[in-house]
């Protein structure tokens, strides 16, 4: 999915519209579920790096309501996904954790605490959230503990979560990690049969 997002405040992109955006996407999905032969209970959301904050929203705040949905059929859908699944995620907003860059193009320069409280989503996790796959590197430059938090988050609510923390492989490395790290999609697609597979 291409969302909405931009360095440039003027384009008016920050938060919520890259949320709105994937929310109305998890919508439309539902919603031709039927037309498009799709299982609308087997939805879900991946995201990487600043993408796996936004994939983490949609885990966690799927109850939160805005003025700019609600205009038709598709917004009356659930937008909640039924995985999530998180590659090297940007999870925290805090200024110990955060990535900079992320934070700025989310909240802008100077978010409040209440703002970067509640779009830490490792704060955000309940009973409700969704299963979760997990990837991340000790030596990623977007601190690995945003991982370990949220994963340590799903353990406290007993939200089902895999996590996965490799030695080594940096960062943006998609697909195609180096070394013990290549294995990553096939970890992922056993996690997702065997989600799929006990439904």
Request: aromatic share 8%.
């Amino acid at each position: 999915m291409k969302y909405r997002v931009s360095q440039d405040p003027s384009h008016e992109y920050q938060f919520p519209v890259p949320f709105l955006d994937a929310r109305r996407a998890i919508r439309t999905i539902r919603a031709h579920a039927n037309e498009w032969g799709i299982d609308p209970n087997k939805i879900g959301v991946m995201g990487s790096s600043a993408g796996g904050h936004l994939a983490s929203l949609c885990a966690t705040r799927f109850a939160d309501s805005f003025k700019e949905e609600g205009g038709d059929a598709i917004d009356h859908e659930s937008c909640k996904p039924d995985f999530a699944i998180l590659i090297y995620p940007v999870i925290s907003m805090s200024a110990a954790l955060s990535h900079k860059g992320s934070r700025l193009n989310l909240l802008g320069r100077d978010p409040d605490d209440a703002t970067v409280e509640k779009y830490s989503t490792d704060k955000a996790v309940t009973k409700d959230t969704p299963p979760v796959f997990l990837i991340t590197t000790a030596d990623d430059p977007i601190d690995c503990r945003n991982s370990l938090e949220f994963a340590t988050a799903c353990k406290k609510q007993g939200v089902p979560v895999s996590l996965h923390l490799f030695e080594a492989g940096g960062h943006g490395y998609g697909l195609k990690g180096r070394g013990d790290l290549a294995a990553w999609p096939q970890l992922l697609e056993q996690w997702l049969a065997q989600k799929f597979n006990a439904r």
